[in-house]
């Protein structure tokens, strides 16, 4: 398939395609169509118009109604948000300089027309100006890097971006309704980006207030604990989980991810921040130790640890024991456990643990 003016669109991603190639390709096409269809006389561009009217079915021409923005952004990682805004921004901008696109209001309708997404693209621009004509044309949710890149423009150091970061907010909520929930799995996977105190600094009450709104936000809470408890290894996903734990939001998933994460990782991580009731960070300079208040759960986080699959999550037990001394987590049960474990990694702990117990 072709745009309307003969060059091809990209529906497909290989593996080896980088996806911010094929976006500056797509706005490469678009760009110029616009730039084509401004100096088109007035009657041509009324008869498009009036032919753009009729349904779908019987439309004359193929037209550049493509979601190739959307598609390439959905094969980025959203760990790499911020790098992505950076590199799509320089692409926005050098692509119009090139092409002589106006970033006019009129210019990044007809674009935003032909591809919804691409508003996506212009919320990047270094420009406040057409970061905030992108903010406005986002009508419908996208790729999960998509929700994150507007929530990063809650805190843009220009006010009028902000504005227009909370009213795209806004609106994807009003239009929030379908059985599905989207929107809180978006929230949920940006959750790293929501409650980030470095992330606020600029905002002003409108912004935080936007960002509470999301946090509290229906069954996000439900769609974290899916993440992190289903989702595959993925350093997103672990942004998040470490967010969840400094920020003391949403302590209940915990024990879940603990013992039954598919990814090792997170099962160590929460594991370790269970038994460890704290977990220690440091933000500018400063030592923070949030308090985990989940103490009922540690017999039951120590003996799942020591039946778990990964030597490394039965290793934070034992270690743990060790090192506190709490040995009245260990019963008959988690004994016989512990003694069966084989593995070289885990042997001189294990009989150390065994030994402080007369086992």
């Known amino acids: 398939m072709e745009h309307e003016y003969g060059e091809p669109t990209f529906f497909f991603l290989q593996p080896e395609d980088d996806p911010l190639d094929c976006i500056a390709a797509h706005l490469k096409v678009l760009f110029r169509n616009a730039v084509e269809a401004s100096h088109r006389p007035t009657s041509k561009r009324f008869a498009e118009y009036v032919i753009s009217r009729f349904p779908k079915e019987i439309e004359f021409k193929l037209m550049d109604e493509r979601n190739s923005v959307g598609i390439a952004l959905g094969h980025v990682s959203l760990a790499n948000v911020s790098t992505v805004v950076r590199k799509l921004g320089d692409i926005v901008d050098t692509t119009g300089e090139m092409t002589k696109f106006g970033f006019s209001e009129r210019d990044i309708k007809y674009v935003c027309d032909k591809d919804a997404m691409a508003a996506l693209a212009f919320a990047t621009s270094r420009s406040g100006y057409i970061r905030e004509l992108g903010l406005s044309r986002i009508q419908f ?36 309704r379908g059985p599905l929930k989207q929107l809180a799995f978006m929230i949920a996977g940006s959750i790293s980006l929501l409650i980030d105190e470095r992330r606020l600094s600029r905002m002003s009450n409108s912004e935080k207030n936007v960002v509470t709104s999301l946090v509290n936000y229906p069954n996000v809470k439900e769609a974290i604990r899916w993440i992190l408890v289903n989702g595959e290894s993925d350093r997103a996903a672990n942004l998040n989980l470490n967010a969840v734990i400094q920020s003391g939001l949403y302590d209940e998933v915990l024990p879940e991810v603990a013992m039954k994460a598919r990814c090792s990782h997170r099962r160590i991580i929460a594991t370790r921040a269970i038994l ?13 130790v949030p308090e985990i208040a989940l103490r009922d759960y540690r017999s039951q986080i120590v003996r799942s640890a020591l039946e778990d699959r990964s030597a490394n999550v039965a290793l934070v037990a034992i270690c743990y024991l060790i090192e506190s001394n709490e040995l009245e987590h260990l019963d008959e049960h988690t004994i016989g456990l512990l003694k069966e474990r084989r593995e070289k990694s885990l042997q001189r702990k294990t009989t150390l643990l065994l030994d402080m117990i007369g086992k």
């Open 141 to 176: 949710l996208g790729p999960e890097i998509g929700f994150a890149i507007i929530v990063l423009r809650l805190n843009d150091w220009v006010p009028e971006v902000r504005a227009a970061a909370v009213k795209a907010i806004k609106r994807l909520t009003k239009k929030d």
């Open 276 to 288: 460890e009731g704290k977990h220690v960070w440091k933000y500018e300079r400063v030592v923070r």
